[in-house]
């Protein structure tokens, strides 16, 4: 019975290089979520990975099913998006997260409808939805580069970003180094979120990001345990979705952001750090 939860890893190859990959792109995307809800900026990820498609669809239009052409494409349409919202709201007054609403629905039908039109030479389905097969070692390596260069990138802004997100105007005050950090941060959510969706799916990566961060609230108040307890939650994700593609048949992509979803719920219910069955009833209405 044991000999299930490896077994496919062992006799397949492309298993392997998708645990691999989604268990590289958990540890380097997890974090990131967890400054996002610390920023409150959860609903921005989601925004950002709609997105990506259209300069992904522009990609394989002009260069095919290549790695590069696809993720500078949605590298560029995920930095050019946020940076409209951010324009908008300077010059407006609108907040960034209804900028980032009002902008990712047309990014969306734009990259869909791109998308839908190359269907015939493009897996639409597999896109948008994640599939195993898509993680050959050109994309493996790419996934490995981007997860280790996030990881390094966040390590040498994190004390930065730390004070940005908790007292930006104390950080202003002593250094400038606040947008700088707030950019660079941004740029890493895109880079995670573009490298992710061969996989994991366009459609599907943002919930690899902001699950198991969302889920590691419940279980720590410290920053450095809850960048760890999400980093190893949607690890866990990964290989559970894996196996579970892999017997029932399915999609990659859900299955490992179900798994997610319910390390999520999982932790809502026992989690000690304001879990249902350690708080009380009556604090739940103070």
Known sequence: MLAALWQPFVEFAFMRRALLGGAVLALSAAPLGVFLILRRMSLIGDAIAHGILPGAALGFWLFGLSLPALTLGGLLAGLSMAG????ITRRTGLH????MAAIYP???ASGVLLLGLASQQLDLLHLLFGSVLAVDQPTLNGMLTVSLGSLLGLALIYRWLLLDSLDPLFLGSVSRFGPLAYGLFLTLVVLNL???FQAIGALMV???MMLPAAAARFWSRHLPSLLLIAALT???SVWLGLLLSYYANL??????ILLAGACYGFSVIAGPVKGLLRTPTAALYS
């Open 96 to 99: 960034e997260d209804a900028s």
């Open 106 to 108: 047309i990014s969306l």
């Open 194 to 196: 573009v490298i992710g």
């Open 234 to 236: 949607g690890v866990l």
């Open 84 to 87: 409209l919202a951010a324009w």
């Open 206 to 208: 943002v919930g690899l």
């Open 251 to 256: 999609p990659s992509g859900p299955c490992i």
